[in-house]
């Protein structure tokens, strides 16, 4: 639009001046490298061709052909809203006709309503024609794995953990039908008064954490981790079991006598609801806290352990830790800082070995969400232990045993690789006399 403007303040120019040679090649310049300006200049002299003008002065001239521009531009405006009314009306009638033809023509269908989601973190095999690795899940909907496991996030705040084969239906958002298997169920505060039905028994979360294995026969064992729940049999009516606590259920029978309840059973599960998809070769996942992450606890020379700290938890201010970011690091290359800022949602891990062989171990940690950093150094862990660290658990204190922990910054021979994905972590941690190797881990939930 300047070169226009340009060019219709040149052609307004008195003749004389209009014609002198500069103004001529200015003209010329700016017709040929525009070609709105070149339409325009073509239409300036049609006007002024064939209009007959008697021009008395330079002022009567101006304003003739600011009045004649005037009148083209109202013209084309005119016929451009023109043009966009008759293209409106026209997609609209089309619109409306389609419409019509498509509802007549269709049988409404009727779409479940959603529950929730799963999510695999390795391959799978499904009964029927489910292949994805992560996919809405609807009211009514039966799910039938035949190989692999997945997690299921309902909306009313369970999760349930499931390794094959099982087959269970999800029956709304706030109950499950299990026809056979196992499957580990995570009720959240929200989610309170949670349901899972089998063929002999009918079970009602009370704020827990509880597992069920489900034969053929449907016959049924409940193993109660942590909380309590009821369990309702068609003879008997509904009976408390506590955590710690197991009872058994046959068809039209009533619930047995308590026993231990074994966390043992559902190991995988457990693992899978605490955000930890899988570990390989030296790691063993503790279902539970230890009492004790101190130098002379949790030794082995062939094993390291792991354990969930803090689950979800917003931090209450900021923590400065090592980055997470794709390769590997060691004592050579070490990782860069950051803060993690405050209010941000994350889950804790600690990985903890004491190694007393000769041997360097190593393993594999693959999480469900997203690594964010970790407290690698002495100062690190120390700084982060009240914040992020489980309340139950004992951490070093001594001075003498402050200064020793840590990874990566003993040992030349000690390494960590962080995938492109940042979901999985792979180490190597030599043996250290008077050291002893923790790494905490920060993951969000995605």
């Not at 599960?269 to 539970?288: K, M, N, Y």
């Not at 964010?372 to 003498?400: E, K």
């Not at 994905?421 to 008077?434: E, M, N, T, V």
């Amino acid at each position: 639009m300047s070169s226009i403007r340009n060019l219709r303040s040149l052609l307004l120019l008195p003749r004389r001046e209009r014609e002198s040679p500069e103004v001529v090649a200015a003209i010329r310049g700016l017709i040929e490298a525009d070609r709105k300006a070149l339409q325009y200049y073509v239409r300036w002299m049609f006007f002024e061709t064939s209009l007959q003008w008697q021009i008395s002065s330079e002022s009567t001239e101006r304003m003739e052909v600011v009045s004649l521009i005037r009148h083209e531009n109202w013209r084309h405006r005119v016929i451009s809203l023109l043009t966009l009314a008759i293209g409106f009306l026209i997609v609209s009638t089309g619109v409306h006709f389609w419409t019509r033809m498509i509802s007549t023509s269709v049988p409404e269908l009727e779409i479940a309503r959603m529950a929730g989601f799963y999510e695999s973190p390795t391959k799978t095999h499904w009964a029927g024609e489910r292949t994805k690795q992560c996919s809405v899940v609807r009211h009514g909907e039966r799910l039938q794995l035949l190989a692999g496991r997945f997690l299921m996030h309902l909306d009313s705040g369970a999760t349930v953990a499931c390794t094959a084969p099982v087959d269970l239906e999800v029956i709304n958002d706030r109950e499950l039908f299990v026809h056979s298997g196992d499957a580990c169920v995570y009720v959240s505060e929200r989610a309170r008064g949670f349901r899972v039905n089998t063929e002999a028994v009918k079970v009602v979360d009370l704020g827990t954490l509880f597992g069920l294995h489900v034969d053929e026969l449907g016959q049924t064992e409940i193993h109660v981790l942590e909380g309590k729940v009821t369990g309702e049999t068609s003879n008997h009516p509904a009976l408390e079991i506590n955590a710690g606590l197991s009872r058994s259920a046959r068809m039209g029978e009533s619930l047995s006598d308590p026993v231990p309840a074994s966390a043992e059973k559902f190991a995988s599960q457990l693992r899978s609801l605490a955000g930890v998809a899988d570990t390989t070769d030296s790691i063993e996942f503790l279902q539970t806290s230890p009492e004790s992450v101190c130098k002379d606890a949790l030794v082995s020379s062939n094993t390291s352990f792991l354990f969930q700290e803090r689950s979800k938890f917003e931090l209450k201010e900021g923590l400065e830790i090592a980055a997470a970011k794709p390769g590997r690091f060691h004592l050579r290359r070490l990782p860069e800082r950051f803060t993690l800022p405050v209010e941000t949602v994350v889950s804790t891990y600690l990985l903890h070995a004491s190694n007393s062989g000769t041997t360097p171990l190593t393993g594999e940690i693959h999480f469900h969400g997203r690594i964010l950093g970790f407290a690698l150094s002495a100062d690190q862990l120390n700084a982060t232990d009240a914040q992020c660290g489980h309340p139950n658990v004992r951490y070093p204190t001594s001075n003498d045993e402050m200064a020793i922990r840590g990874t990566i910054y003993h040992e030349e021979r000690d390494w960590i690789e962080i995938s492109n994905d940042r979901s999985k972590l792979k180490f190597q941690i030599a043996d250290s006399p008077g050291t002893f190797d923790q790494i905490r881990i920060f993951v969000s939930e995605n």
